[in-house]
């Protein structure tokens, strides 16, 4: 009965304790307890616009996001727009995640983008507290890499004129090549 002897020494050894820890392990559960249900939390699914005197207008998260993206791809530089919007207290913190057509203009765009959904959030939804409104381009339009290392004409020419050599001579080399494939499958023909 090894078992029973461990038990009943465990329960002696709790008895024994000073009140002290009792204590010590209620407040211990209580801040756990209280930090999980903390943890947990949904954040809410609306926001409060205003209040008047007939009631309050709410927004849910979901149609903000939708007004943001709607604002973003109003920018003739955007092609794609995806927001993530979070609560922290009564501050609005917006992060959108961007396909823009070219990176040219990333400064001027990024900035832009800021400032209408910076402009939304306070004149149409009246939030007054605006947080953080971070822009992270994830990709640019199919021809922005072509845009991107567009030669000037004179430079296009020179590598035209450098690369023509190099261009004849592949193309002698393969017509030799078909012309002996061809001579080779006649005289598998003949025979």
């Not at 971070?134 to 339009?141: D, E, M, P, R």
Request: with cysteine; net charge negative; charged share 30%.
């Amino acid at each position: 009965m090894p078992e029973l002897d461990t038990t009943q020494s465990f329960l002696e050894l709790i008895r024994e304790l000073p009140v002290a820890y009792w204590i010590a392990g209620g407040v211990v559960l209580i801040l756990l307890v209280v930090g999980l249900r903390l943890a947990l939390k949904k954040p809410p699914a609306h926001l409060t616009a205003f209040s008047g005197s007939a009631g309050t207008v709410l927004v849910s998260r979901k149609a903000l996001q939708e007004l943001i993206r709607q604002a973003c791809l109003t920018d003739e530089w955007v092609e794609a727009a995806k927001p993530t919007v979070k609560i922290d207290g009564a501050i609005v913190h917006t992060k959108v995640l961007l396909r823009l057509a070219s990176p040219e203009n990333l400064k001027e765009t990024s900035e832009r983008i800021q400032n209408r959904i910076s402009q939304l959030l306070q004149k149409s939804l009246n939030f007054d507290q605006i947080g953080e409104i971070q822009i992270i381009v994830s990709s640019f339009g199919n021809n922005a890499a072509e845009e991107a290392i567009d030669l000037p004409e004179t430079e296009k020419v020179e590598e035209a004129s450098v690369l023509q050599p190099i261009r004849e001579t592949v193309e002698k080399s393969e017509d030799s090549e078909v012309g002996k494939q061809e001579d080779s499958e006649e005289k598998k023909r003949e025979s």
